[in-house]
């Protein structure tokens, strides 16, 4: 556990432990508030397309793209299905018969369309929260491997990078804003009417008992297939307009523009062989539909189906 006091955002994230002073970092502007979503100045390269397989990278990349596509089609249905159940509800209304099937027509439709919303807004965004890890981290080498989305039983790791040193499960966050944490809480601070304008859009959530529950699942995984390799997690802030004041933290906590840093960090001592890695990488990428990023800019993409 870390008993530092700080604040992270941009332009750096100081990872001192010598200290207990609140570190005050003024987060990168974003003139559109919650509802921009442009990357952090220097993470993505403003001369270069959004597309991954255009960046010049070395680090290997494994996407399930199927997940993304079918998580893209439930959203929308979702949304669909909450449209229908409110304007079906406000039609109830006229019959006074009808009122407690409008009232709850009501509810379940707007629960239904904003965790639409949310999820549309998470799969349809360009660069999604995948994307934004792999221009983050494209500057390492071939040592280093990111798997996105693969498929396992349980609270499955949205992003598992494989490094010289193990594996470290990333779970992420693309909200703006002030966000406090002090232990295993979290808070995200402001007014109760950016609450309700902002039910659709990002949520915070625990990002600490996500990312543990994310290990647990790989953990046993690894068990199963009896695989020895040190797990470890962290949790990533995307937003360039963000701000998290960490009082104590039971799971690192980091900016997405300090990732490469904190990454090459925590990779000095080496415990995974060439092979021991090629082989884990298999082993990990699992899913519908494989998306395979090489490490040069002359492989194209390979799409593979599992069978």
Known sequence: MHNNDRKIGLPRLSRS???HSVQK???????????????????LDSNLPVGVGDWWSFVRVVRNIGYVRKRRRVARIMVVVGLLLILTAIAFTL???LLFFAYAGLIIGFLTFNGGMQQVGRWSRKPRNDEVLDAALSRLNDRYA????????????DHILITPAGIMVLSTREIAGRVSVNGRRWRKRGSPFGFIFGMSGPQLGNPTIENEEQIAT?????????????VEGAVVFLHPNVEVEVQDETVPVVHVTELYDYVR???DVVSLGNRERDA????????EELERVGSSPATPKK???AT
């Open 280 to 287: 884990l990488i298999e082993k990990l990428s699992r899913g």
């Open 95 to 97: 019959s006074p018969g």
């Open 265 to 267: 960090d925590r990779s």
């Open 218 to 230: 790989l953990t046993t995984f690894l068990t199963e297939e009896n695989i020895q390799a040190h």
């Open 25 to 43: 970092v003024r987060a990168g502007h974003c003139q559109h508030g919650t509802a921009c979503w442009n990357p952090p100045e220097g993470v």
């Open 303 to 305: 799409k593979l189906r």
């Open 146 to 157: 990111l798997i996105h989305y693969a498929e396992f039983p349980g609270r499955r790791p």
């Open 17 to 19: 432990r010598a200290t």
